[in-house]
């Protein structure tokens, strides 16, 4: 009964391809689609997935200098934060693509950018412009769900000059997955497998939008 339903002159192309992914399973592909994306590609999600930083004064990673009344960063040479990202978005956010930027760090004196004079440490590489960044972590999720938060990772800073510092500016990549790129994705390893051909998937998507 099913294969009659699966004909081509039998459905409309939406409809074919609707109920192949219901048949399929819509989720399966999406992550094959998105994961290991290089940073280059992924969009600027700072707004929707917010940094929460916070100033470590206990952590073991400490140094010579002084520090302002009430926590603030001052000349201390070796600086220690605990970062988490909460994700206010309504969609997941793609466990493998997400990462935190060093957008800058700026000297209080001059308000120059002094990212570069600084040993930021524990880094998982450079964005293509050369700001350091960090690998979110989420507990071994494939996702990060809506409104839920990554785990607090360390962001150590060794300030060898004693430069008088504000807290890092910081920034959030990552591919937020929503119902269309899920769609997308589910397509495009059913064009792989040669269950739809890519003018059925093309059609399907025009009549989506």
Same mark, same amino acid.
């Given at each position: ?9 039998? =459905?409309?192309? =939406? ?7 219901f048949?399929?399973?819509l ?5 094959? %689609? ?10 600027? =999600? ?7 930083? %916070? ?10 200098g ?6 603030? =960063? ?11 990202? +909460?994700?206010?978005?309504?969609? &997941? ?10 957008? +800058?760090?700026?000297e ?14 524990? %880094? ?21 769900? &809506? ?6 990772? &360390? ?11 504000? &807290? ?8 937020? +997955?929503?119902a ?30």
């Open positions: 009964m099913i294969p009659q339903f699966l004909e081509r002159e039998t =459905l409309p192309y =939406l409809g074919r391809v609707c109920l192949l992914l048949l399929f399973g989720g399966g592909g999406s992550e094959k %689609t998105y994961g290991d994306s290089p940073n280059g590609e992924l969009v600027d =999600l700072t707004g929707g997935v917010i940094p929460l930083l %916070t100033y470590d004064s206990g952590g073991s990673f400490s140094g010579g002084e520090l302002f009344s009430g926590g603030s =960063l001052s000349s201390r040479g070796d600086v220690r934060y605990l970062v988490r990202v +909460k994700n206010q978005t309504g969609d &997941p956010i793609d466990a493998d693509s997400l990462i935190l930027v060093v957008d +800058k760090i700026q209080m004196a001059r308000l120059r950018d002094v990212t570069t004079s600084l040993d930021i440490r524990g %880094t998982d590489g450079n964005t293509e412009d050369g700001k350091p960044y960090f690998r979110v972590p989420v507990g071994g999720q494939a996702e990060l769900p &809506p409104y839920g938060e990554s785990e607090s990772f &360390p962001i150590e800073i060794k300030n060898p000059d004693l430069l008088r510092l504000y &807290p890092p500016v910081l920034r959030v990549r990552g591919i937020r +997955k929503t269309s790129h899920a769609f997308q994705g589910a397509l495009q390893n059913m064009i792989q497998e040669g269950v739809v051909t890519s003018e059925e998937a093309e059609k399907a998507m025009d009549q989506t939008q």
